[in-house]
């Protein structure tokens, strides 16, 4: 059985939700699956008067060398001004020894997203992370056309090839609607699926 990590940010839990249906996702792919969750590096401060979420169901991840144990990794992080946030940086900035041993190489990636508009950077956002997914080595797998539900301008609806995504509003009191955590599932079930050929 392949092995996923779904590793995420969330501010305020839209980026949690999505993590939840990604890690559903691949489990209906025939993987197991850990979801795990990057350290909050705000001071106390900030993190009280923007009002984070601060209560999750997801334990953190112990370090970057927990990466090499996956098959797939699928990073998921809000934007921040158009990339990602400080948060997942940080952490992604501490492999630097998995990078030189190319530990990553061949793995499969992913990545989703939110942002509160829909031009608020969801596709330079999701680039920043496949960068570095990229410089891993590994092979990305994005929310393909298959994913028909995130066409159509009827209404506002997150979705890009390049992952899954959601739109929060600027008060983040949009959730993901049903569409995106469906975009969500189908990424990661595709990820899963490829890491079983390549793996399995």
């Known amino acids: ?27 209906s792919g025939g993987a197991q699956v850990d979801i795990r969750r990057v350290a909050e590096t705000a001071p106390d ?18 370090s970057v060398d927990a990466l090499e144990q996956y098959d797939a990794i699928i ?7 158009g990339r990602m946030p400080s948060q997942m940086a940080s952490f992604l900035d501490q492999a630097g020894g ?22 608020g950077g969801q596709e330079t956002t999701l680039f920043s992370i496949i960068t570095n997914l990229l410089h891993f ?17 009827d209404k506002v609806r997150g979705g890009s090839p390049y992952g899954a995504t959601t739109i929060s509003d600027g008060d983040g009191s949009r959730q993901p609607g049903q569409e995106e ?9 595709r990820i899963a699926e490829v890491a079983a050929k390549q793996f399995g």
Do not use: C
Request: proline share 2%; aromatic share 12%; no cysteine.
């Open 1 to 27: 059985m392949t092995k996923v990590l779904v590793l995420y940010y969330s501010s305020y839990g839209h980026i949690e939700q999505m993590a939840d249906a990604v890690a559903e996702g691949a489990r």
């Open 45 to 62: 401060a900030v993190v009280q008067a923007a009002g984070f979420k601060t209560d999750t169901a997801h334990p953190l991840i112990e």
């Open 75 to 81: 990073i998921g992080a809000p934007t921040r001004f």
């Open 98 to 119: 998995l990078w030189f041993r190319g530990a990553l190489n061949g793995k499969i990636g992913g990545a989703f997203t939110s942002t509160a508009s829909q031009h």
């Open 137 to 153: 080595g590994m092979t990305i797998v994005g929310l393909d056309y298959g994913f028909q539900a995130q066409m159509g301008v």
């Open 181 to 189: 955590l469906d975009g969500a599932r189908y990424q990661g079930k």
